[in-house]
């Protein structure tokens, strides 16, 4: 059974690949004057001719202009995608590496899976969270229940400075009422 109407390859939903290819571009652009089909192999780890189908769909997309034995330029949406995903992969990275502590060259290949997959809202609290644990003081047993305060009002420094203060008086009584309790050293 044939469709009626042809469905305009714009309107798909870009493949991870695809994804991958944005992101290289803009990355490249970002370091060099111009992209060409062999930095983009490079970059990818495929072949020129392999570059050279997936800049054809692009192109056909609105995403990239590409013109055989030409530079390859984002177009205004290639780059937004570019850069989205960029920022995805960087977030990702952050959060294995400084959070969870997890090798370099894993968290990378791990960060590149990721970017596609997660949700935009799991990656928007991600990006809090990560914002929340390097903006205020990880202290007490509640220090996550405030995670979700800060996403309600955002960064406010004078409330986790003052929860600071709250939870280092508290471990100080702590701290000497265990001593006042324990034997003396003999």
């Known amino acids: ?10 309107e ?17 652009d970002k370091e060099k004057r111009a992209v060409r089909v062999k930095d983009i192999a490079k970059r990818m780890d495929v072949k020129m001719p392999t570059v050279t189908s997936m800049l054809k ?28 995903m960029r ?11 400084e959070i969870l502590k997890i090798d370099v060259d894993t968290a990378d ?11 935009s809202a799991t990656q928007d609290s991600l ?9 205020c003081p990880r202290a007490g047993e509640s220090w996550l229940k405030y995670f979700e305060e800060y996403r309600r009002h955002g960064r406010r420094p004078e409330t986790c400075q003052a929860r600071g203060e709250t939870f280092s008086s508290e471990f100080k ?3 000497e009422s265990i001593r006042a309790t324990s034997p003396p050293d003999e």
């Open 1 to 10: 059974m044939e469709s009626d109407s042809k469905e305009n390859p714009a």
């Open 12 to 28: 798909k939903p870009l493949t991870s690949v695809m994804e991958d290819y944005l992101e290289a571009i803009f990355d490249l």
């Open 57 to 84: 769909t692009l192109n056909d997309r609105g995403l990239v202009h590409y013109e055989k034995y030409e530079y390859v330029e984002l177009t205004r949406d290639g780059a937004d995608v570019g850069k989205e």
């Open 87 to 97: 920022r995805r992969h960087e977030i990702l990275f952050k959060f294995l590496t």
């Open 109 to 119: 290949a791990d960060a590149c899976r990721m970017e596609h997959t997660l949700s």
């Open 127 to 135: 990006t809090d969270f990560m914002e929340f644990i390097q903006a």
């Open 173 to 175: 009584n702590q701290v």
